[in-house]
Nanobody, 122 residues
Framework: QEQLVESGGGLVQAGDSLRLSCAAS????????MGWFRQAPGREREFVSR????????EYADSVKGRFTISRDNAKNTVSLQMNSLKPEDTAVYFC???????????????WGQGTRVTVSS
């Protein structure tokens, strides 16, 4: 079981950049996929990105592809999300997620952080 803690959220202007970080306390961090989800005000939680245990595989939602970059440091048990060219529609609470998988219902995860808020002003 993983305990995930996000940090790095804040208020930025459109076009700016922000880097989110997630610290995990579990003992099997390097064995499973990690990722990020987000939930905008009044919206359902949505998939943003995932990264495999070895960092060999990375995936992004179409809405963030080319702007966001996910990475991980297994030695430090951390996952990061570099967000560039931020748009107002990126405003949401961003959640770190452990054991990210996808099936017929779409992307989901077994472990979740409490979230860090990102606000992008026009």
């Amino acid at each position: 079981q993983e305990q995930l803690v996000e940090s790095g959220g804040g208020l930025v202007q459109a076009g700016d950049s922000l880097r989110l970080s997630c610290a995990a306390s579990g003992s099997a961090f390097n064995r499973y996929d990690m990722g990020w989800f987000r939930q905008a005000p009044g919206r359902e939680r949505e998939f943003v990105s995932r990264i495999s245990g070895s960092s060999a595989e990375k995936e992004y939602a179409d809405s963030v592809k080319g702007r966001f970059t996910i990475s991980r440091d297994n030695a430090k048990n951390t996952v990061s999300l570099q967000m560039n060219s931020l748009k107002p529609e990126d405003t949401a609470v961003y959640f770190c997620a452990g054991v990210v998988i996808h099936g017929g219902a779409g992307w989901t995860a077994y472990y979740w952080g409490q979230g860090t808020r990102v606000t992008v002003s026009s």
